[in-house]
């Protein structure tokens, strides 16, 4: 309202500023609303690589209150699956038949995964279907699948979070980070799991096996 | 001088003035021309770069439902609302929820987590008691092993401006917000070209005949302008400059960019020193849900908003936001963008924001000990502006119901153990730290007894003496050593010790009575003083600076004899650290706040994963373990046993300081380590030990909390032997008529001056030997 008394110099004013602006008319208009993600100043420094000492000696304990998996029966030699999972390997969907995890826009192609270990397959156990760990442990296959580690050891210390003495879990977090290559955080959850292990003498071979492997490589 | 004075005197005016006003206009026009370059490129290259300083965003842990998790009904009807769900009668769109008996349904929002999208979807869950008993959801309503639900946003690292915002795309902006700004800000908005002189002469009638501004003149471009360069003064040139920049705006940008902008741009509220701009964000604000799930009434409400954020704020002046919201759905009938029957629909609602006493005052006043843990943490990666700037999400582990509960108590439990303060004296302060016992993740915090309440972080900050709560070290390294076993007899009787060029140190019981010879477990129980500096001088004050390194501990420690009674300086989060590897069986995990960063828009950024590293060995920490829950059972924490029947056995150690100027106590469950201390910020003694008072508020916040109890069984080298119950220190004095049973090391048994096990049969020994007494 206050403004009424100028719009005469501002209807000259526009005449002057078509003149002013037409050299730019070629520049194309740009979407400002898009441009806020341009910009990254994040500085991101990954704090990984902790350092530590030589393998303690380690000992077993009886194995605590576990809320799964139920083990069906003992795991024998054809329960062990390749680490590499087939390439057909099927999508991880809930029970409402969307996908689980679905891919991001934005995230980078999935490398493929390093396998730093061709003759070390994963020890798998079976699990109780429908259980919380279960699902979450679906999801860390899937997330493997993918390559995906870092977001397979996110899910891992998920189900840790509901189960937090389970020596699967902790093995299978062991895996990830050996895969990842982090071989000492690798040895420190291997420990972890075989103090979990209790009288599960196949896990604890198989538990046994990975922490001399990441002992070895990271020597 | 003068002389050229004069000449220009006698020059006639009619020869020099239409000269002088030629130049004039020449410069005049290439000066106006030069501005409006200016103009127009700053308006470009502002417009063009705009990019909003957004506020980090910090969340809460998530709720997971699965069977068997602990919620009750009441527990996830609170979280539901704090996420401002709408209670209705039937669950159709996300973010609504039911609750009928002991059975909620709920249509949840979906979330984008570091690990990945949880969609949004429908979800029955039954209750029996505190646990989930059945989860079912989705299209089929089949069983669900797991459902994630949206965090609490607990927190924003704000840029200095103070601007808070939700930027959102013109797209996800409903069609009918849109409608109404243009309706009532500025209707020939597609038409004009960033000014309307139309729109100025049409509201002018418009306000004549009201007899008040109810129209405004300045188009959405206008205003646009006007907030982003809301701190210049409005004068004349301002005016001027403020349309120029308008026309150049509307020339060089889509209509859609500029009401985009506009959207997110737009100042409609202000909470404290927070300022709430944008319609996403306001949606949040005023009533607790996104934009999408608003309805047609709501909408206009907030449509009727930038004309006067505060005047018409429907919190405090509902009626008059009423009114407008009326206005504006009946400028909106005028024009044809709604029918008649939306308008009476709409008209009529009632009015129902979030009310500033709710759920929003607590998110204001925050969990501000926590916070300032969670910027220390991302200190370490980050630089304070990326977080004021960035828009980051950052996810931490705070567990928002036992942050509160543990709240709950605090206050009132401090005030039942504070001594009279005397006149000018500061009040009992007090700082809790509670971790998982497992992870090292720190699920609650209070930095003072009000936790609610800003101010000096004891939690994190004050670092002070930690008296007996060092004796775990000096006892596990004992332990480890091999050289001590539970029954090691230990000489409780006077010492004095000189360190060399000191004074002669001779330190005393708390109760100053001696309790002679005693068994090592019963000196740790009993927190006897001279016989832990008896034990410590044994193993040597390097070994216990090298265990609390070990621990955790991030500082070296004096090596001088008071160490061992806690001459050791610790903030109660590094107390939590310590007692964190203990409860985790010898494995230190860095206690973390912070689990994970992504950008705004959710892709990952940085996760800070558990790490774990083994320390000390399983079968030391179990007997270090028995004479920790024997605090409980005998020791200087049995006053509490009562109150925690339902919990026991737990471990724990109190720790009082010189003059009683600082009162702790640190233990642990299966589940949770939790440290408390209580003190003066002036040092001035509170009257109170480690039993006195910060076991009493642990008790009250963990009865609360209800603590798992310690359930931890023995490594394959432990067996159990007979003692002698008085301790001894020759064979000849050994007296096996009464006996106690203790852990061992199978390579580490007692020795034969207390070993009550010959006395027994060949069967009893056997039998011993598998008999687990927890």
């Given at each position: 309202m206050?403004l009424?008394?100028?719009r005469?110099?501002l209807t000259?004013?526009?005449?002057?500023?078509?003149?002013?602006?037409?050299n730019y008319?070629?520049?194309?208009?740009?979407?400002?609303?898009?441009?806020?993600?341009g910009?990254?100043?994040?500085?991101?420094t990954?704090?990984?690589?902790?350092?530590?000492?030589?393998?303690?000696?380690?000992?077993?304990?009886?194995?605590?209150?576990?809320?799964?998996?139920?083990?069906?029966?003992?795991?024998?030699i054809?329960d062990?699956?390749?680490?590499?999972?087939?390439?057909t390997?099927?999508?991880?969907?809930?029970?409402?038949?969307?996908p689980?995890?679905?891919?991001?826009?934005s995230?980078?192609?999935?490398?493929?995964p390093?396998?730093?270990?061709?003759?070390?397959?994963?020890?798998?156990q079976?699990?109780?279907a429908?259980?919380?760990?279960?699902?979450?442990?679906?999801?860390?296959?899937?997330?493997?699948?993918?390559?995906?580690?870092?977001?397979a050891?996110?899910?891992?210390?998920?189900?840790?979070?509901?189960?937090?003495?389970?020596?699967?879990?902790?093995?299978?977090?062991a895996?990830?980070?050996?895969q990842?290559?982090?071989?000492?955080?690798a040895?420190?959850?291997a420990?972890?799991?075989?103090?979990?292990a209790?009288?599960d003498?196949?896990?604890?071979?198989?538990?046994?096996?990975l922490?001399?492997?990441?002992?070895d490589?990271?020597? | 001088?003068?002389?050229?004075?004069?000449s220009?005197?006698?020059?006639?005016?009619?020869?020099w003035?239409?000269?002088?006003?030629r130049?004039?206009?020449?410069?005049?026009?290439?000066?106006?021309?030069?501005?409006?370059?200016?103009?127009?490129?700053?308006i470009?290259?502002?417009?063009?770069?705009?990019?909003?300083?957004?506020?980090?965003r910090?969340?809460?842990?998530?709720?997971?439902?699965?069977?068997?998790?602990?919620?009750?009904?009441?527990?996830?009807?609170?979280?539901?609302?704090?996420?401002?769900?709408?209670?209705?009668?039937?669950v159709?769109?996300?973010?609504?929820?039911m609750?009928e008996?002991?059975?909620?349904?709920?249509?949840t929002?979906?979330?984008?987590?570091?690990?990945g999208?949880?969609?949004?979807?429908?979800?029955?869950?039954?209750?029996?008691?505190?646990?989930v008993?059945?989860?079912?959801?989705?299209?089929?309503?089949?069983?669900?092993?797991?459902?994630?639900?949206?965090p609490?946003?607990?927190?924003?690292?704000?840029?200095?401006?103070g601007e808070?915002?939700?930027?959102?795309?013109?797209?996800?902006?409903?069609?009918?917000?849109k409608?109404?700004?243009?309706?009532?800000?500025?209707?020939?908005?597609?038409?004009?070209?960033?000014?309307?002189?139309?729109?100025?002469?049409?509201?002018?009638?418009?306000n004549?005949?009201?007899?008040?501004?109810?129209?405004?003149g300045?188009?959405?471009?206008?205003?646009?302008?006007?907030?982003?360069?809301?701190n210049?003064?409005?004068?004349?040139?301002?005016?001027?400059?403020?349309?120029?920049?308008?026309?150049?705006?509307?020339?060089?940008?889509?209509?859609?960019?500029?009401l985009?902008?506009?959207?997110?741009?737009?100042?409609?509220?202000?909470?404290?020193?927070?300022?709430?701009?944008?319609?996403?964000?306001?949606?949040?604000?005023?009533?607790?849900?996104?934009l999408?799930?608003?309805?047609?009434d709501?909408?206009?409400?907030?449509?009727?908003?930038?004309r006067?954020?505060?005047?018409?704020?429907?919190?405090?002046n509902?009626?008059?936001?009423?009114?407008?919201r009326?206005?504006?759905?009946?400028?909106?009938?005028?024009?044809?963008?709604?029918?008649?029957?939306?308008?009476?629909?709409?008209?009529?609602?009632r009015?129902?924001?979030?009310?500033?006493?709710?759920?929003?005052q607590?998110?204001t006043?925050?969990?501000?000990a926590?916070?300032?843990?969670?910027f220390?943490?991302?200190?370490?990666?980050?630089?304070?502006?990326?977080?004021?700037?960035?828009?980051?999400?950052?996810?931490?582990?705070?567990?928002?119901?036992?942050?509160?509960?543990?709240?709950?108590?605090?206050?009132?439990?401090?005030?039942?153990?504070?001594r009279?303060?005397?006149?000018?004296?500061?009040?009992?302060e007090?700082?809790?730290?509670?971790?998982?016992?497992?992870?090292?993740?720190?699920?609650?915090?209070?930095?003072?007894r009000?936790?609610?309440?800003?101010?000096f972080?004891?939690?994190?900050?004050?670092?002070?003496?930690?008296?007996?709560?060092v004796?775990?070290a000096?006892?596990?390294?004992?332990?480890?050593?091999?050289?001590?076993?539970l029954?090691?007899?230990l000489?409780?009787?006077?010492?004095?010790?000189t360190?060399?060029?000191?004074?002669?140190?001779?330190?005393?019981?708390?109760?100053?009575?001696?309790?002679?010879?005693?068994y090592?477990?019963d000196?740790?129980?009993r927190?006897m003083?001279?016989?832990?500096?008896?034990l410590?001088?044994?193993v040597g004050l390097?070994?216990?600076?090298?265990?609390?390194?070990?621990?955790?501990?991030?500082r070296?420690?004096?090596?001088?004899?008071?160490?061992l009674?806690g001459a050791?300086?610790?903030?109660?989060?590094?107390?939590?650290q310590?007692?964190?590897?203990?409860?985790?069986?010898g494995?230190?995990?860095p206690?973390?706040?912070?689990?994970?960063v992504?950008s705004?828009?959710?892709?990952?950024?940085?996760r800070y994963?558990?790490?774990?590293?083994?320390?000390?060995?399983?079968?030391?920490?179990?007997?270090?373990e028995?004479?920790?829950q024997?605090?409980?059972?005998?020791?200087?924490?049995?006053?509490?046993?009562?109150?925690?029947?339902?919990?026991?056995?737990?471990?724990?150690?109190?720790?009082?300081?010189n003059d009683?100027?600082?009162?702790?106590f640190a233990?642990?469950?299966n589940?949770?380590?939790?440290?408390?201390?209580?003190?003066h910020?002036?040092?001035?003694?509170?009257?109170?030990?480690?039993?006195?008072?910060?076991?009493?508020?642990?008790?009250?916040?963990?009865t609360?909390?209800?603590?798992?109890?310690r359930r931890?069984?023995?490594?394959?080298?432990?067996?159990?032997?007979?003692?002698?119950?008085?301790?001894?220190?020759?064979p000849?004095?050994?007296?096996?008529?009464?006996?106690?049973?203790?852990p061992?090391?199978?390579?580490?048994?007692?020795?034969?001056?207390?070993?009550?096990?010959?006395?027994?049969?060949v069967?009893?020994?056997?039998?011993?030997r598998?008999r687990?007494r927890?």
């Amino acid at each position: 309202m206050q403004l009424h008394g100028q719009r005469l110099v501002l209807t000259l004013a526009l005449v002057t500023l078509n003149a002013c602006s037409a050299n730019y008319m070629s520049r194309g208009i740009p979407a400002p609303i898009e441009s806020r993600d341009g910009s990254s100043t994040v500085t991101t420094t990954p704090r990984m690589g902790r350092v530590m000492p030589g393998p303690a000696p380690t000992t077993s304990q009886e194995p605590a209150a576990r809320t799964f998996p139920a083990q069906t029966g003992v795991p024998g030699i054809d329960d062990v699956t390749p680490a590499t999972p087939p390439a057909t390997y099927p999508p991880v969907t809930s029970s409402t038949g969307q996908p689980v995890y679905s891919p991001r826009d934005s995230a980078p192609p999935a490398p493929v995964p390093q396998d730093t270990r061709p003759s070390n397959p994963v020890y798998t156990q079976p699990q109780e279907a429908g259980t919380p760990a279960s699902a979450l442990l679906a999801s860390v296959d899937a997330a493997i699948a993918e390559g995906e580690l870092e977001r397979a050891a996110a899910l891992a210390e998920r189900a840790l979070r509901i189960s937090p003495r389970d020596a699967y879990l902790w093995y299978r977090l062991a895996d990830i980070r050996y895969q990842q290559q982090r071989y000492t955080d690798a040895a420190g959850f291997a420990q972890r799991a075989l103090s979990f292990a209790g009288s599960d003498r196949e896990l604890t071979r198989e538990i046994n096996a990975l922490l001399g492997r990441s002992n070895d490589a990271a020597r | 001088m003068s002389t050229t004075r004069q000449s220009r005197k006698t020059q006639p005016k009619t020869r020099w003035w239409p000269k002088l006003m030629r130049r004039l206009f020449l410069w005049g026009t290439v000066v106006v021309a030069l501005w409006c370059v200016w103009i127009d490129y700053q308006i470009r290259s502002d417009f063009k770069s705009l990019q909003w300083a957004l506020p980090a965003r910090v969340y809460a842990r998530p709720v997971e439902l699965y069977v068997g998790a602990e919620q009750s009904v009441t527990q996830l009807t609170d979280y539901l609302q704090r996420l401002g769900y709408a209670r209705s009668a039937r669950v159709s769109n996300p973010g609504e929820y039911m609750v009928e008996g002991s059975r909620i349904m709920m249509r949840t929002r979906g979330f984008d987590f570091w690990d990945g999208e949880e969609p949004s979807t429908y979800v029955e869950v039954d209750f029996s008691g505190n646990s989930v008993r059945a989860l079912r959801g989705g299209q089929m309503n089949r069983e669900l092993a797991i459902v994630r639900m949206d965090p609490i946003e607990i927190g924003q690292i704000n840029p200095e401006t103070g601007e808070d915002r939700v930027p959102v795309p013109l797209e996800e902006i409903p069609q009918a917000l849109k409608d109404a700004v243009i309706a009532v800000e500025d209707q020939r908005f597609y038409d004009h070209f960033g000014v309307d002189p139309i729109g100025i002469a049409r509201a002018m009638v418009a306000n004549v005949r009201a007899g008040e501004i109810v129209q405004g003149g300045s188009t959405l471009t206008q205003q646009l302008i006007k907030n982003l360069y809301l701190n210049r003064d409005q004068t004349l040139r301002r005016k001027i400059e403020e349309a120029l920049m308008a026309l150049s705006l509307d020339f060089h940008f889509s209509k859609d960019d500029i009401l985009a902008a506009y959207m997110n741009e737009i100042f409609l509220g202000q909470q404290g020193n927070r300022a709430i701009h944008g319609f996403a964000l306001a949606s949040e604000f005023y009533f607790g849900r996104p934009l999408s799930e608003l309805d047609l009434d709501e909408l206009a409400l907030l449509a009727g908003l930038p004309r006067g954020a505060s005047y018409y704020n429907p919190q405090r002046n509902p009626e008059r936001a009423t009114i407008r919201r009326n206005v504006v759905l009946a400028r909106m009938l005028d024009l044809g963008y709604i029918t008649k029957a939306q308008y009476d629909v709409a008209s009529t609602a009632r009015l129902e924001v979030v009310t500033p006493s709710s759920s929003q005052q607590r998110s204001t006043r925050g969990y501000p000990a926590f916070m300032e843990l969670v910027f220390r943490d991302l200190s370490r990666d980050y630089d304070a502006n990326a977080l004021r700037t960035e828009g980051l999400r950052i996810f931490t582990t705070l567990d928002v119901a036992m942050q509160n509960s543990m709240e709950s108590v605090l206050a009132n439990s401090v005030a039942s153990v504070e001594r009279p303060v005397p006149e000018g004296g500061t009040p009992l302060e007090a700082a809790v730290v509670i971790t998982d016992a497992s992870t090292g993740e720190v699920r609650a915090l209070a930095g003072g007894r009000r936790s609610g309440f800003a101010g000096f972080n004891r939690a994190l900050n004050a670092v002070r003496p930690i008296g007996s709560l060092v004796k775990p070290a000096v006892y596990l390294a004992a332990l480890e050593s091999r050289q001590f076993t539970l029954a090691s007899v230990l000489a409780d009787s006077p010492i004095e010790l000189t360190i060399q060029g000191g004074e002669p140190w001779a330190p005393r019981n708390y109760d100053d009575k001696m309790y002679g010879d005693v068994y090592l477990y019963d000196a740790l129980e009993r927190s006897m003083n001279l016989a832990t500096v008896d034990l410590g001088m044994q193993v040597g004050l390097d070994k216990v600076d090298e265990m609390l390194t070990r621990l955790g501990h991030p500082r070296s420690v004096p090596e001088y004899p008071s160490m061992l009674l806690g001459a050791v300086d610790m903030a109660p989060v590094e107390v939590a650290q310590l007692y964190q590897t203990l409860a985790a069986n010898g494995f230190r995990s860095p206690l973390r706040a912070v689990e994970a960063v992504t950008s705004g828009d959710g892709s990952p950024l940085e996760r800070y994963g558990i790490a774990t590293e083994q320390v000390a060995d399983p079968a030391s920490i179990f007997l270090l373990e028995y004479a920790m829950q024997g605090v409980f059972e005998r020791g200087t924490a049995r006053t509490s046993a009562g109150r925690l029947v339902r919990n026991l056995p737990l471990a724990g150690k109190t720790g009082t300081t010189n003059d009683m100027r600082d009162s702790w106590f640190a233990g642990y469950g299966n589940d949770l380590v939790g440290v408390v201390w209580l003190g003066h910020d002036d040092n001035r003694d509170t009257g109170l030990t480690g039993a006195t008072g910060a076991l009493r508020v642990w008790t009250d916040i963990m009865t609360e909390l209800d603590i798992q109890p310690r359930r931890n069984p023995p490594p394959q080298e432990i067996t159990w032997q007979r003692v002698a119950l008085q301790a001894s220190r020759s064979p000849e004095s050994r007296d096996c008529r009464t006996t106690q049973s203790l852990p061992f090391r199978t390579d580490g048994l007692p020795d034969i001056a207390v070993d009550c096990e010959d006395n027994g049969s060949v069967f009893d020994r056997f039998f011993d030997r598998f008999r687990d007494r927890r």
